[in-house]
């Protein structure tokens, strides 16, 4: 994803649960931070569409930035395909700048 230009990659962190085999949030978050990628802060963390005028007194991630990421652990497939299907039948997909309101796109790193 850094090869891509990405800085930040975020989640929910209820579809990583601690100690899942197969999609566990401390696993993304260590990938994430030895990327030097920005990341959530798994104690919670506010989602934004914007830069926020003054510093917040919480964890925030702007997830609209073109240069974030958004990972969705989805049980069934959707319309675009999925970036990764995992070994207990859930999919993987990503998404490049704003999940929420469809402004963002399908993302799926070059390997």
């Known amino acids: 994803m850094r090869r891509d230009g990405m800085t930040g990659v975020a989640w929910n962190p209820a579809e990583g649960p601690q100690r899942d085999p197969v999609f566990d949030s401390?696993?993304?978050w260590?990938?994430?931070?030895?990327?030097?990628m920005a990341t959530i802060d798994?104690?919670?963390?506010?989602?934004l569409t914007r830069e926020p005028a003054e510093p917040p007194e919480e964890a925030i991630f702007n997830i609209a930035d073109p240069d974030h990421v958004y990972l969705?652990?989805?049980?069934s497939l959707e319309r675009t395909s999925p970036c990764l299907a995992l070994s207990d039948g859930t999919y993987l997909y990503l998404t490049r700048g704003?999940?929420?309101d469809d402004s963002g796109g399908p993302y799926c790193p070059r390997l």
Do not use: I, S, Y
């Open 30 to 36: 260590l990938l994430a931070r030895f990327n030097d």
């Open 42 to 47: 798994l104690g919670g963390t506010r989602f």
């Open 98 to 100: 704003n999940p929420f």
């Open 72 to 75: 969705r652990r989805e049980e």
């Open 26 to 28: 401390q696993g993304v």
